[in-house]
C-alpha cells in the first residue's frame, strides 16, 4: 500500500541530488570567473600599483662599532686580541606623529572587470628629538656619524609616489631620494639631513607632504609614542583591516572618516624597532593598521552565498509540487519536477553572467523574473490552473525578494536566512496539520491501481 507513496519520494529525493550536479558545475564557473577577476586585478597592479604600506617616518643615524676579539696566531702560537668595527644604525622612533589622508578612488576597467584604485594625499608631521641619539654616543667604543642622519620612510611599492616630496625639517628644506636606505627594507624614500645637535638635546619638526596610488588597502604603522591618523575618502564601504580598529569612525551614503589614536605602549613599537635594528623586522613591518576597499556588492561573492541557498529553494519547490499533488489530487511527473529544478538551478548562471554587464540589482531583478516568469507560465499548463500557477509564482517571488536581502544583509545573513526557511517550514506544517498521509498513500496506492486496470 505504502510503495507508490514510498516511490514517489525517492524519486524527488534522487531529483534534488541529481541537480547538485549542475549547481557544482555553476559554482566551478564562478570560481573560474572569480579567478580571471583576479588576474585583472594583478594587470592592473602592474600598470598602477598594488596594495601600499606605509611605515615611518624614522630617524636614521649610522654609527661605527668597535669591538675587539680574541683570536689565535698561528705564528706567535699565542692569542691576541685584535680589535675591530662594523657599521650599525640607529632607528629612531618620533615623539609624536600625525597622518592626515584624504583617500580618493575610482574605478579602472580590464576587459569586464571594474577594479577600485585610489590616488591619496598624505600630510604627514610629527617631532623627533636627539635623546637616543645623546645616549648611544655616551656609550663607549660607539662612535655616532652624526653628519650622516637620515629621515627614511617604508613606502611598500614606490611606483606609487607620483611627486618627489620635500620636507620641512626644523625649518629647513630637504629633498626625499629614492629608497629607504634601510639596511633591512629597501623599498621608499629617504631624505638626508646632515649633522645633527651633538651637544645637548634638541626637538626637531618635521613636516612633508606625500601624493600615493595603490589599490585595494592602504595600511600605516603607529611608529610614534603618540601617534593619530585620520583618513577621510569617498569609498562608500570601508573594511577596516591590520592589529588595530579605529578610535573614531564615521561611515555615511558615499564616504566614510576613520581616526586611529594609538602610543606607543600599545603598539610596543620601541621593542619591535630594536629588534629590527638586529636585523629581524618581520614584526616591525607587520605590526600595521588601515583600511580595505571592500566592494559590498561583489558579484561573484554573492553568488558563491547564493548558490548555497539553491539546494533549500528546490526543497521548498519541490516539497511544494508534492503538496499540490496531495491536496489538489493532481499527479505530476518526475519530468515536470526536474524541469523545474533545472529552471531554478539555471537562475544562478543567468545571474553571474547578467551582473557581468550591468548593475548587480538589475542582473539580479531578470534573473529572478525570468525564472519566475517562465515557472508561471509551464506550472499553469501542468497544473490546469492559472490562478495556482499565479499563485505558486507569487511565492517564488518572495522567495526571491528574501533570498535578495539575506545576500545585501552581510552581518545578519544567518539570522535572515534561518529564520525565513523555519517560517517556511512552519507554513508547510500549518497547512500540512490536518492531513491524513495514510490516506494520502491509500490514495495513491489506489491510483495506480486503477490506472491498471484501465490498461
Known sequence: MNKKFTYKVGIILFLMLMLLIPLKMIHGVVDERTAYRSEAQQAIAQSWTGSQKVLGPVLVVPYTEYYKKREWDSNLKAYQERRYSRSKQLLVLPETLRIDGNVVTENRQRGLYSIPVYSSALEVAGIFNNAKIQQLSKEKGKEVRWHESYLSMIVSDIRGISEQPTVVWAGKDYVFASGSALEQFGTGMHAP?????????????????????????IQFAAVGKS?????????????????????????????????????????DMPRLIKACEEENCIAFLNNTFGVALFNSVDIYHQAVRSVKYAILFISLTFIAFFLFEIMKNLRLHPMQYLLVGLSLTFFYLLLVSLSEHMPYIAAYGIAASSNVGIIAVYLGAILKSRKLAL??????????????????????????????FFAVLSMVMIVTRKIDWYEVTERLSNQSVLKTEKR
Open 391 to 420: 499563485g505558486f509564482s507569487a511565492m517564488l517571488s518572495v522567495l526571491y525578494m528574501m533570498l535578495y536581502a539575506i545576500l545585501l544583509s552581510e552581518d545578519n545573513a544567518l539570522l535572515m536566512g534561518s529564520l525565513m
Open 227 to 267: 601617534t593619530t591618523v585620520s583618513i577621510k575618502s569617498n569609498w562608500p564601504h570601508p573594511s577596516f583591516v591590520g592589529r588595530y580598529l579605529p578610535t573614531q569612525r564615521t561611515i555615511g551614503e558615499g564616504s566614510f572618516e576613520a581616526t586611529w589614536q594609538l602610543s606607543s605602549f600599545s603598539s
Open 193 to 217: 639631513l646632515g649633522a645633527l645637535a651633538t651637544d645637548k638635546i634638541v626637538s626637531y619638526p618635521f613636516s612633508f607632504r606625500v601624493h600615493l596610488k595603490g589599490m585595494q588597502e
